[in-house]
């Protein structure tokens, strides 16, 4: 079983365009992490989420974690092809950090120009 | 700004061959992690360390698999025997856990890639 739901699975968007990732777990979200991943190569860290309702922005990447702590969702605004790769959700589902940590299946972004 | 660092990154080899990976983590970062990734997926944990003390392994991590990390810096994953499908990207990740407090983020390798022939 997918302990991280993402979605969509893929999206293709023209540039300008803002476009949503979701990361849906149905167990309790102690650290959440957003990468980025081009293909062949390793992860990127983007952000990282742990208290309910927060919300982080760097350039335009918005990541935000539901009160609830078991969803979280990357927005990206007036997309560029430099946005262009694979976005996976990573976490802790555990109170002990360093326990299993698992990723979503990811999302294929392509931004055409 | 020395990242992690993995060697080789690409390894080909014929099936019941042993190959063995190696992962240089961020000098600071006490905790590695090894993680296993195909096509379309995304990470598969296998194990990490705290240090030199081998904390957590999946039930993915067979016992062709094993992972050393004998002075807490360099890990080593090594696969016995393999098979056809141990075909796969390995990623290494580091990060560094205070005493008290939350983890730090994990910061990745570019992988080797393993292809059995």
């Known amino acids: 079983s997918q302990e991280l739901e993402q979605s969509p699975q893929s999206l293709i968007v023209q540039e300008g365009k803002n476009l949503t990732i979701n990361c849906t777990s149905s167990k309790t979200l102690y650290g959440l992490y957003w990468y980025k991943q081009k293909y062949g190569e390793g992860l990127i860290f983007l952000m990282m989420?742990?208290?309910?309702?927060e919300e982080k922005s760097h350039e335009k990447i918005t990541a935000k974690l539901d009160e609830k702590k078991q969803q979280s969702s990357l927005h990206i605004t007036a997309s560029q092809p430099s946005h262009a790769g694979i976005y996976l959700c990573g976490a802790d589902l555990s109170r002990n950090t360093g326990n299993q940590f698992y990723f979503g299946t990811g999302t294929s972004l392509t931004v055409i120009p | 700004d020395t990242g992690v660092s993995q060697n080789p990154r690409h390894k080909i080899t014929k099936r019941g061959q042993n190959v063995t990976f190696r992962c240089d983590p961020i000098?600071?970062?006490?905790?590695l992690y090894w993680y296993r990734q195909t096509l379309g997926q995304g990470p598969e944990f296998l194990t990490y360390f705290q240090n030199e003390a081998q904390l957590e392994k999946s039930r993915l991590l067979s016992d062709r698999f094993s992972a050393e990390r004998p002075k807490g810096s360099f890990s080593t994953l090594e696969i016995q025997r393999t098979e056809q499908g141990d075909s796969a990207m390995y990623l290494c990740a580091s990060s560094f856990s205070p005493f008290r407090g939350h983890n730090q983020p994990q910061h990745f390798g570019d992988g080797t890639r393993l292809s059995i022939l």
């Open positions: 989420l742990q208290k309910g309702g």
């Open positions: 000098s600071e970062h006490n905790r």
